[in-house]
């Protein structure tokens, strides 16, 4: 089955960088978009950024243009996220995801997206 592992949350100060990596398995990975989302306490899961599936082509939220960049090896079914200016209203649980629809597409809906880690927390302090 689809498995998506997130790794590299932590503690930052703010300013700081952090760079999550998602590790996934159960699926061809070079064939498909990589979503990462964000949810802070008490708020709705928002999208942060995604990329193609040969990392020809990324967007991103307008909260973390410029500072934030993702990025993906295919040869080892693994997607970056790097965080750099980090600031406190960066702090959530960070997940990773797969998309599975059109090739061309780099959805920003959480709806549209597939399989789901489990998460992983970045907490930024002041």
């Known amino acids: 089955q689809v498995q998506l592992v997130e790794s590299g949350g932590g503690l930052v100060q703010a300013g700081g960088s952090l760079t999550l990596s998602c590790a996934a398995s159960?699926?061809?990975?070079?064939?498909?978009?990589m979503g990462w989302f964000r949810q802070a306490p008490g708020k709705e899961r928002e999208f942060v950024g995604s990329i193609r599936w040969n990392g020809g082509r990324t967007n991103y939220a307008d909260s973390v243009k410029g500072r934030f960049t993702i990025s993906r090896d295919n040869a080892k079914n693994t997607v970056y996220l790097l965080m750099n200016s980090l600031k406190p209203e960066d702090t959530a649980v960070y997940y990773c995801a797969v998309y599975l629809g059109n090739w061309r597409a780099l959805s920003t809906l959480k709806d549209e997206y597939d399989y789901w880690g489990r998460g992983t927390q970045v907490t930024v302090s002041s």
């Open positions: 159960g699926l061809t990975f070079s064939s498909f978009a």
